[in-house]
Every structure is written in structure tokens, then in C-alpha cells.
């Protein structure tokens, strides 16, 4: 339940430009979906509860390992060979005890992903493999849900932001799993972390337009270089997922 001064939390955030009161109420009243919570994932679910998102679904298998450690800053190592995903929630609820969280111990599937997409208003991918990465997009994108794909490697990050039937999604870019892509590969946490907040401010924009979102643009970040540019990007009019969509 919500406590009586819910706004009183928000009063810094409701002073931002153009945001005030009628956003923070959009974001109350929104679902997320995020998948997973690990390097990514992790700093964008708590950015969101810090925001005020007033519900978010946590998808995420398998227990905490010690190589989790460096990036996964919902988890602890007291938590180590125990469930990331309830971990992950019990951190979250901790730290915003209005928050409303579910937690569930599978990464996103043909099985669960159109049932979960259904219950939310965004769905945001962090996922390593780019099998879950293009499943969410393309339920997102079929069933009218903002998406927001953010994924790093080593010292560069990307962000893209998709309107469903009005921008560019993910499967315009990436037809198929690339061959060469690896489920192993170079983290450091701020990198991620970094991808994380930009994603989370994109989603932020997404849900109540109190900014214009980078949709049809690749936010690529190189953080060796602190260089960030945003790359156009057109839907493609093949695309599997969103060519029959309204343009």
C-alpha cells in the first residue's frame, strides 16, 4: 500500500522541466518488465524503483555464481548459490517498500514470453543472448508495448528505443541470432551500468513523454574514448516483426 505522502518521495524528479505531478502518476501506474537483472538489468530495475514505477516483473534464471559479483549489484555474496531473481526482488523492496515486484526464475522463452509481455506497459531487454533480445521485441512490437533494448560488450554499450509500429525495432537491425556471438564476454560493471541508466532514462521518456525518446536512433556509447553518438536508424520494410505495422 501506498504510503500517504507518495509524492513527497518524488518532489526533486517532479521539479525536472516538463515532468511534474501527471508524470510521476504515468510511472506509478506502470508495469516494467525487465530481463534479465544482472549487469545490466540490476542498475536499470533500480533506477526505475528509485523513479517511481509502481510495478516491475524481474525475469531471470539460475543462482548467483562468484563471477556475478563484479557487476550484479542487486546480489550480494551472502547471497551466493541461491536464486538471483529473488535476491534481486528482496533488494528492490528493501529500497522502495511501495514498490510493487514479482520475481520469477526463468529467462525469457517462446514458452512465457507472450504472457509476460501482455501484463506490462514497457519491456525492457538486457538479456546476453540475442535469442531472448528478439523474442521480447518481437511480442513488444505485435502486442503495442514500448521496448527498450540495451546491451554492452567490453567498453561500448547501445541503446535503441522502439515505438511499436512508428519506429525502428530491434529486428529491423538484427534479423537472426549472429553466428558468432558468444554468452561469455568482457564485462566491467560501470560499463554496464552506464548502458543501464541511459536505458532507463530512454524507457523513463517512453512511458511519459515529458521528452522525446531516441526512437529510429542507436545510442552507441564507447566508454574507452567517453565518446556517445547516435546512430539514424531505419525500419526496414521486410522487417518480420513491425514492416506490417502503421508507419
Excluded at 63 to 79: F, M, V
Excluded at 153 to 170: D, I, K, M, N
Excluded at 209 to 217: E, G
Aim: hydrophobic letters at 40%.
Amino acid at each position: 500500500m501506498d504510503s500517504p505522502d507518495y509524492h513527497d518521495y518524488y518532489t526533486w524528479q517532479s521539479d525536472v522541466p516538463d515532468f511534474g505531478r501527471a508524470a510521476q502518476e504515468k510511472l506509478r501506474n506502470s508495469t516494467a518488465l525487465i530481463s534479465r537483472v544482472g549487469g545490466l538489468g540490476g542498475p536499470l530495475a533500480l533506477s526505475l524503483a528509485a523513479a517511481g514505477v509502481g510495478r516491475i516483473i524481474l525475469a531471470h534464471a539460475g543462482p548467483l555464481r562468484p563471477d556475478d559479483l563484479n557487476r550484479q549489484i542487486l546480489i550480494t555474496h551472502a547471497g551466493l548459490g541461491e536464486p538471483r531473481h529473488t535476491q534481486a526482488a528482496k533488494t528492490l523492496q528493501r529500497f522502495n517498500p511501495n514498490l510493487e515486484i514479482e520475481s520469477i526464475g526463468e529467462n525469457i522463452s517462446e514458452q512465457n514470453v507472450a504472457a509476460l509481455v501482455a501484463r506490462t506497459d514497457i519491456v525492457f531487454s538486457c538479456a546476453p543472448l540475442f535469442e531472448e533480445r528478439l523474442l521480447m521485441n518481437r511480442e513488444a512490437v505485435a502486442q503495442g508495448k514500448f521496448f527498450v533494448d540495451g546491451a554492452m560488450h567490453c567498453l561500448e554499450g547501445h541503446v535503441l528505443a522502439v515505438r511499436p509500429g512508428q519506429s525502428t525495432c530491434l529486428a529491423c537491425l538484427v534479423e537472426a541470432p549472429p553466428e558468432y556471438w558468444k554468452r561469455r564476454f568482457p564485462v566491467i560493471g560501470a560499463v554496464s551500468a552506464l548502458v543501464a541508466q541511459i536505458a532507463a532514462l530512454e524507457g523513463i521518456k517512453l512511458l511519459t513523454d515529458f521528452a522525446p525518446a531516441a526512437t529510429d536512433q542507436l545510442i552507441h556509447i564507447d566508454t574507452r574514448t567517453l565518446r556517445l553518438r547516435k546512430l539514424p536508424v531505419r525500419r526496414h520494410p521486410s522487417c518480420p516483426h513491425c514492416a506490417t505495422l502503421n508507419r
